[in-house]
């Protein structure tokens, strides 16, 4: 393969890895679900920073970009990156794993579908504080759903399969594929993008995040502000300037931010962030698919993505405590109005086909 081609086929892969970094950016550093640390819990009091492994030794397999090898080929006619509805709908997880806390939970969950031949495109995130949420094929998984890819993980042997299906039955659409990353990778990734812009409608500023040993609070004006790794994920890690919910907005901020950082900084910096990619992202995305990929992704008009927060009042309802459960059909109704149109076996051609 020429060089060219090369940079190209690596592209495919780098943009969603983009995606669930900027998506993790920071959550996960944020708090466990239970008991807080003092030393990486919601902006605590830091300390020296530690160095932690992109993703829990094992039992978990290691961190790979490599694709996971399918149970079966996909039957006649049916695309393996877009599944059988001719969409690809892509499940980004952001796993909080550090020696302190032990296990993979997944304090960001965002869902991502795009329609090949129009470009259209949409994503909603379900905020880690979500109970009851459904298991793979039937009943629900009681705790909060951060918890959910673990406990799959050591059910199945498989925590980004099971919660492909989970998601799957929760909202009755077809999840073609995963990609799940720890909080290493965004560190990097984001730093060898060089930083990223976002633009604020209003002021934000938590009085309470501890920036370094001797500063506490941190902000953003009104406007425009380019952050750079450290700010990125203080940006996304935040939440006592308003909410858990508003926190995962946020979140989707630095997705459509950092995919646009990558598409402006073009082709020749990719393989660098593939090398990211390899070591931080555990992903069954196809890698003999990456030119389709890029090619794919490339469609997508980042100003006119559809994005929507599972979260209260709307979505869910309290289920005790922090605790809240999703209301289903109004989850549903959301997908099914700003999802783009299923299109039965396909009707997009792959450039390199």
């Known amino acids: 393969m020429a060089p060219r081609s090369r940079v190209i086929a690596v592209a495919g892969l780098v943009v969603p890895v983009v995606l669930v970094a900027a998506l993790v950016g920071g959550v996960a550093l944020g708090a466990p679900a239970a008991s807080p640390s003092p030393s990486l819990a919601d902006g605590a009091l830091p300390t020296a920073s530690p160095t932690f492994p992109p993703l829990p030794p094992t039992p978990s397999p290691a961190a790979s970009a490599t694709p996971v090898p399918s149970e079966s080929p996909p039957p006649a006619g049916v695309d393996s990156l877009l599944g059988s509805d001719g969409r690809m709908t892509l499940l980004l997880m952001g796993t909080d794993y550090r020696p302190a806390h032990p296990g993979n939970r997944t304090d960001a969950m965002m869902v991502v579908s795009i329609d090949p031949t129009t470009g259209k495109s949409a994503g909603f995130s379900v905020p880690r504080d979500i109970s009851a949420f459904p298991l793979p094929k039937s009943g629900t998984y009681a705790p909060k759903v951060n918890g959910l890819y673990q406990y799959l993980d050591g059910k199945m042997g498989d925590g980004g399969k099971g919660m492909k299906q989970a998601f799957s039955r929760a909202f009755g659409i077809e999840i073609d594929h995963y990609a799940l990353i720890g909080f290493t990778g965004v560190i990097k990734l984001i730093r060898n993008v060089g930083g990223v812009d976002v633009t604020l409608a209003e002021p934000y500023y938590d009085p309470y995040y501890w920036v370094n040993n001797h500063h506490r609070g941190w902000g953003l004006p009104a406007g425009k502000s380019h952050l750079d790794a450290d700010d990125a994920l203080i940006f996304a890690r935040s939440r006592k300037g308003d909410s858990d919910f508003q926190r995962a907005k946020r979140q989707q901020q630095l997705v459509m931010a950092a995919v646009a950082k990558v598409r402006k900084r073009g082709l020749g ?81 792959p450039p390199t086909s």
């Open 269 to 349: 910096e990719l393989p660098k962030l593939l090398n990211i990619a390899k070591e931080t992202v555990r992903t069954d995305l196809p890698i003999d698919r990456a030119a389709d990929l890029f090619a794919l992704y490339s469609t997508v008009d980042l100003a006119k993505v559809d994005r929507a927060v599972f979260g209260p009042k709307k979505f869910a309802v309290r289920n005790g405590g922090t605790d809240y459960k999703l209301v289903l059909n109004l989850c549903k109704q959301w997908i099914a109005h700003h999802f783009p149109p299923a299109r039965p076996l396909g009707a997009w051609t």
